[in-house]
C-alpha cells in the first residue's frame, strides 16, 4: 500500500479539510484529493464523507486510521534507524499534546530546552483538555502526551515527571485572602472552577471527596473553560479558584492575585507523560522521553 496516500488520507482525518492537509503535507490541494481518491478506489470503499461543511471519515475510513497510524509510525521508526546509521544527528518532527496547565507554562520550557539541544528536530504543540490529551494517544494520533492527572485507560501508559501544587487563590481585597480557611467557610464564598475534564479540577474533587465533601456542594458560580480563564477572573475579583501554583506565581509575587489555604486540604498533583501502551517510539519521541527523564 502505498504510504504517501495514508500519509495524505490520516492528515485528512486529523485537520478535517483538505486544504489544512496540504498545507501540512507542503503539497497542493488537488495532490491530496488525488491520493485520497486513489486510495479509496484501491481499497473499493468511500474513507471521507465530504457533504457536510467539515469532512468527516466513515466508518470504514476510522478502522483504517487507526491502522494507518500504526503503519506510518512503523515506516518511520524505519526510515529513523535508517539514518542512524549514517548520521548521529536526531532528525525529525516531534508532535506533542498538552493539557492547559502544562501546557502553559512547564510544557513550553521542557520544549525550548529539547529543540536547543536537537536543532534538526522540529516540535509542534497543541492544547487540550486532560481527557483529549489521553484519548488522542490511545488513538495514535499523537504518540505522546503531557498531562496533569492520569486518567485510567488500557491504551496509554502514564509516568510521572514532575510535581505541581496546587493552590486557592483570589483577589488581594478578597476575605479569603492570607488566610487559612475551613472547608465550612470556603461554602460561604463564591467559587471559579476549571471546565470537566481539567486536571486541577480532578485533584481538587478527589481530595474533597476524601472528606465528605462533594464539589457541587460548594458555591461554583462560574465554571470557565480552562487555567488561563479561572486565572484571569481571579485577577479580576469575581471569586476564589484552585490553579496551578506554577501558573501564578509571577501574580502572587507582584501582588495581584494573594494565597488562602484551605484546611485539611493540600491538593497536589504529578506532571505525567502519557504514551501509547506497547507502541514502539519513534527516535525523536524516545530521545524527548529520555530528555524530560534525565531532568527529573
Known sequence: MDTRQLAAFCSVVERRSFSQAAERLGVTQPAVSQQIRALEQRLGRKLIDRSGRRV????????????????????????????????????????????????????????????????????????????????????????????????????????????????????????????????EELRSEPLILMQEGAGVRQVVEDELRERGVRLRDLPVRLELGLQESVRSAALGGYGATFISHVAVEADLAEGRLALARVEGIEPAREIFLVRGAGRTPTRVAQAFVDFVRARR
Open 56 to 183: 468527516e471519515p466513515t466508518e470504514a475510513g476510522m478502522r483504517l486510521y487507526r491502522s494507518a497510524q500504526r503503519l506510518l509510525a512503523l515506516e518511520q521508526q524505519l526510515l529513523d534507524e535508517l539514518d542512524a546509521d549514517t548520521d548521529d544527528r536526531l532528525r525529525g518532527r516531534l508532535e506533542l499534546g498538552s493539557s492547559s496547565g502544562p501546557g502553559g507554562n512547564v510544557v513550553p520550557q521542557l520544549l525550548c530546552d529539547f529543540a536547543a539541544q536537537e536543532p534538526d528536530v522540529s516540535v509542534a504543540l497543541s492544547i487540550f483538555d486532560t481527557q483529549t490529551v489521553v484519548e488522542m494517544v490511545a488513538e495514535r494520533e499523537l504518540e505522546l502526551g503531557i498531562v496533569g492527572a492520569a486518567r485510567k485507560h488500557r491504551s496509554v501508559a502514564f509516568e510521572p515527571i514532575l510535581r505541581d501544587e496546587v493552590v486557592l487563590v483570589c483577589a488581594p481585597d478578597h476575605p479569603f485572602a492570607g488566610r487559612s480557611i475551613t472547608l
